[in-house]
């Protein structure tokens, strides 16, 4: 038995209280109706709170972790779209305070293609940046940890390359439309903001 399951089978909610396990060969399920009336017979006073299935108690104790990490989860992608929203945000003023210089490049002939390189190269070296940072402190902290995970080693490469790839994906997807907008600058159009 698990032990997260354990511990909920074996714990009394109240100090008065009994818990029991009885463990029987057929199915369990059909054995209930037979226990609530072998205890009445002992002591009719007896009030059955509860009479379940290990299975049930199992399962139910797996949908509360379940619940849990479909919170940690949604927080996780909370987090990611905040992230995608600040880069985003990030980019599109320095291309906002980089329009004459854009408008410059793109009168003296540069591609679209380059200018919007530009903007995405600039975002890259931050988040690849900001990627090694996180990396170390992940392999660093990864001990501590250790003990909550489950299913998953503390330094596991799947882990550690999902994330990496992840990210930069991310801050490419970040990236893209004001590189985008960049490249789409009107050299005449940019060269009057200044």
Do not use: H, K
């Amino acid at each position: 038995m698990p032990i997260f399951a354990s511990r909920r089978v074996n714990m009394a909610p109240r100090l008065d209280a009994m818990s029991y396990v009885i463990r029987t060969a057929p199915a369990p399920g059909a054995l209930t109706e037979l226990i609530r009336r072998a205890i009445g017979e002992v002591d009719a006073n007896l009030a059955l709170a509860q009479v379940r299935t290990l299975q049930d108690t199992l399962d139910r104790a797996a949908a509360q972790m379940a619940f849990t990490m479909v919170l940690l989860a949604i927080a996780a992608g909370v987090s990611l779209m905040l992230g995608v929203i600040g880069i985003y945000g990030a980019m599109s003023y320095i291309v906002s305070q980089r329009t004459a210089e854009i408008g410059v490049r793109l009168a003296l002939g540069a591609e679209p293609g380059s200018v919007a390189w530009m903007v995405v190269r600039q975002g890259g070296i931050v988040a690849f940046a900001g990627i090694i940072v996180g990396l170390a402190t992940a392999f660093a902290g990864s001990r501590l940890i250790a003990s909550l995970l489950y299913g998953v080693g503390p330094r596991d490469p799947g882990v550690f390359a999902g994330t990496t790839l992840l990210l930069f994906v991310v801050v490419l997807l970040a990236c893209w439309l004001p590189a985008r907008r960049a490249a789409r600058l009107s050299p005449l159009e940019a060269l009057r903001t200044e």
